[in-house]
Structure formats: C-alpha cells, structure tokens
C-alpha cells in the first residue's frame, strides 16, 4: 500500500467512526454540556485528568474554558490535574501513580464540582482513583472513554454520564474525544452567550 493510499484510508476511517459515534453519543454530550453550564453558573469548577494524549486533551479543554473558545466571553474555572509537575512527581514518589490524580481531587475537589475523567480504554488506574475520590467529594464524573468504557462502566454511578465512543482503535477514539471536547467547549459557550450572529 502506498502512503497515499494509507492516509486516505486513515481520513475515510476517522470520518466513519465520527459519524457512528455521532448517532450513539450526541445526546450524552448535549446532556454533559448542561450538565457543566449548571456547574459553572453555580460557581462549581471541572477537574479533568487522563494519560498521555488524554492529559493533552485535559489540558486543550481547561484552556479552551479559561481562556475563550471562539467567541469573548469571561474566563470559566477549569483545571486539568496534568500540568502541576511537583504536585505528580510528588505523590507518585511519596505515594504511588495510581493516586497522582486522586490526591488532588481529595484536596481541591467540592461538592457540586464536576471531574472529566478521559481514558481510551476506561481501565486508567489512576483515573479510577480519582472517579472515586470525586465520589466522594459528592461531585458528578463526566466520563470520555472507548472500547466499551472498561472498568470505568462499574465506576460510575447516579447523575454521572458516560461518552463511549464506539471504536475499538486509539487513534480513532482520541479523534472521536477531540471532537467531543469541541462540542463541549461550543456548547457551554451558546448556552452562556446564545448564538452567533452570522447574518
């Protein structure tokens, strides 16, 4: 196969799997929009964690809230638990990995806050802990996973809402979780500022 041939089917799949995944996810996603429209309106703040090129989507989607989006609009709270490097070294040396999110949710988490909790495969460990942690922080768990949200699917519970994406390969799931961080971030903003004005 030559590469052209390779990246066009790359494209055609990531295409594929964004349309199944819009059929079996848009109306969760709708629903965590409000969800955190709620949480923020209230003066609640969302705690995002996840590993590797989940932690980069944490970090995309705290920013994208603090800074702006597309349109002006005031800072909202968000911390991705990724980016504090004493904080991580810290608790995986003096405890262990597993508990490097955990621990910060213990200490910043509060009632009514919100966790996004993003792992491909639904197994992470340390995103586990830190689902558990926020439970018992009586915070709601936005859950972004794929491959049938693994371990994740008997660790969530009441109000929590889980996005699977309906895929079994990473790449494609990470594209998947892109576009729905997307959504999110759109979505707050037109609940916050209405719609745009294109005329």
């Known amino acids: 196969m ?3 041939t390779r990246i066009t089917h790359q494209f055609d799949e990531s295409i594929k799997a964004k349309q199944v995944a819009t059929e079996e996810m848009a109306g969760g996603i709708a629903n965590a ?3 955190m429209v709620a949480t923020l309106t209230n003066g609640g703040k969302i705690l ?3 590993n590797g090129g989940s932690a980069g989507d944490c970090q995309h989607f705290a920013a994208e809230l603090v800074g702006r989006f597309e349109r002006e609009r005031p800072g909202l709270a968000a911390i991705a638990l990724t980016t504090d490097s004493s904080a991580l070294t810290a608790i995986g040396n003096d405890y262990s990995f597993n508990e490097v999110f955990s621990k910060q949710v213990q200490a910043i988490g509060q009632p009514g806050d919100i966790l996004l909790a993003i792992s491909t495969s639904g197994n992470s460990k340390n995103v586990l802990m830190a689902i ?3 439970h018992q922080r009586e915070m709601t768990v936005i859950a972004l996973t794929g491959k049938g949200g693994g371990l994740m ?3 969530l519970q009441g109000d929590d809402i889980h996005l699977c994406v309906p895929h079994q390969r990473t790449a494609r799931i990470q594209e998947v979780h892109l576009l729905t961080i997307h959504c999110l971030c759109d979505g ?3 609940c ?6 294109h005329a």
């Open 188 to 190: 707050i903003d037109v």
């Open 153 to 155: 699917t008997q660790a």
């Open 2 to 4: 030559d590469l052209i």
């Open 192 to 197: 916050l500022l209405g719609e745009e004005d």
């Open 48 to 50: 995002a964690c996840g």
């Open 132 to 134: 558990e942690a926020a």
């Open 33 to 35: 929009v409000e969800v």
